[in-house]
């Protein structure tokens, strides 16, 4: 079975970090790009961050560029999402999505579409608050 699944969420202090993880179960990352997501109570679906197949290329929302960081390690078929400087209005739950044209210049320029995305994650809460 396929299967992406995120981990590391939880609640955090504002200014504080968290590192995101989402596994690959199934299948080999290795030709995939990722992109992170985030949906919060009553607000649509927000792209936060994608990374191509080799990880070469990136891309970030500006409400958190500077902030988070995507990278990936594909020998252990994971994506990780590190989150500095966390605010309040990053509570959400966050999702990543993978599609199968990874290493083609063409996903970045729609990696923020989320329909473009064949496999996603069940996600995993991020709490920002004191």
């Known amino acids: 079975q396929l299967q992406l699944v995120e981990s590391g969420g939880g609640l955090v202090q504002p200014g504080g970090s968290l590192r995101l993880s989402c596994a690959a179960s199934?299948?080999?990352?290795?030709?995939?790009?990722i992109g992170w997501f985030r949906q919060a109570p009553g607000k649509e679906r927000e792209e936060i961050s994608c990374i191509s197949s080799s990880g070469a290329m990136t891309k970030y929302a500006d409400s958190v560029k500077g902030r988070f960081t995507i990278s990936r390690d594909n020998a252990k078929n994971t994506v990780y999402l590190q989150m500095n400087s966390l605010k309040p209005e990053d509570t959400a739950v966050y999702h990543c999505?993978?599609?199968?044209?990874?290493?083609?210049?063409?996903?970045?320029?729609?990696?923020?579409?989320?329909?473009?995305?064949?496999?996603w994650g069940q996600g995993t809460q991020v709490t920002v608050s004191s």
């Open positions: 999505a993978a599609n199968s044209n990874g290493g083609s210049f063409g996903y970045m320029a729609r990696c923020f579409r989320d329909m473009i995305y064949d496999l």
């Open positions: 199934g299948f080999t990352l290795d030709y995939y790009g």
